[in-house]
Antibody, heavy 119, light 112 residues
Framework: DVQLLESGGGLVQPGGSLRLSCAAS????????MAWVRQAPGKGLEWVST????????HYADSVEGRFTISRDNSKNTLYLQMNRLRVDDTALYYC????????????WGHGTLVTVSS | DFVMTQTPLSSPVTLGQPASISCRSS???????????LNWLQQRPGQPPRLLIY???NRVSGVPDRFSGSGAGTDFTLKISRVEVEDVGVYYC?????????FGQGTKVEIK
């Protein structure tokens, strides 16, 4: 079975940094583009960023461009999200998901890691 | 950006009755590879999203056949032929043809 396990969330002050990780198993990791999607409390889903399977291409939402950096280590089957200059409105549950796959997109999702930005 | 607009935002349904959710995109969603990456996701209370339908009408393995997707161009529909208790939750359309990926606002399906 495919598993995506996020970690690294927590409470951070505005202006601070956090690094999220997503450990993948049960799939050929390098065959999948990977994404971060977030959900603010009581709100809908918001795409944050995507990285291609070979890590050569990255894309960001305007709301995080220049502050967040997505990366991956295919030797460790792990996806990362470095979040800098965090703002209160970055508070959300951050999900890791497969993006572009062999036949479909967004097949698999983790359970999320909670990021709270507050003073 | 490709704005995805869902209607209705709330759908109270009697058990065993059908439900229908519409999703309209601000622009066509045809990829350069010829596919239209319009997906439907289900989010049950307290759970992560789950892919139900991909490329407009393809049901993911294990998804009950009471769920069906249709549409073309900029207008798409998710139908549940007979709503069951386990279908309660929020349903999102999303497009993964273009960047940025975008989601509809979500439609809450609940039992009357």
């Amino acid at each position: 079975d495919v598993q995506l396990l996020e970690s690294g969330g927590g409470l951070v002050q505005p202006g601070g940094s956090l690094r999220l990780s997503c450990a993948a198993s049960g799939l050929t990791f390098s065959d999948h583009g990977m994404a971060w999607v977030r959900q603010a409390p009581g709100k809908g889903l918001e795409w944050v960023s995507t990285i291609s399977g070979n890590a050569k291409n990255t894309h960001y939402a305007d709301s995080v461009e220049g502050r967040f950096t997505i990366s991956r280590d295919n030797s460790k089957n792990t996806l990362y999200l470095q979040m800098n200059r965090l703002r209160v409105d970055d508070t959300a549950l951050y999900y890791c998901a497969t993006d572009v796959g062999v036949t479909s997109h967004f097949d698999y999702w983790g359970h999320g890691t909670l990021v709270t930005v507050s003073s | 950006d490709f704005v995805m607009t869902q209607t209705p935002l709330s759908s109270p349904v009697t058990l065993g009755q059908p439900a229908s959710i519409s999703c309209r995109s601000s622009q066509r969603l045809v990829h350069s590879d010829g596919n239209t990456y319009l997906n439907w996701l289900q989010q049950r209370p307290g759970q992560p999203p789950r892919l139900l339908i991909y490329k407009i009408s393809n049901r993911v393995s294990g998804v009950p056949d009471r769920f069906s997707g249709s549409g073309a161009g900029t207008d798409f529909t998710l139908k549940i032929s007979r709503v069951e208790v386990e279908d309660v939750g929020v349903y999102y359309c999303m497009q993964s043809t273009h960047f940025p990926r975008t989601f509809g606002q979500g439609t809450k399906v609940e039992i009357k």
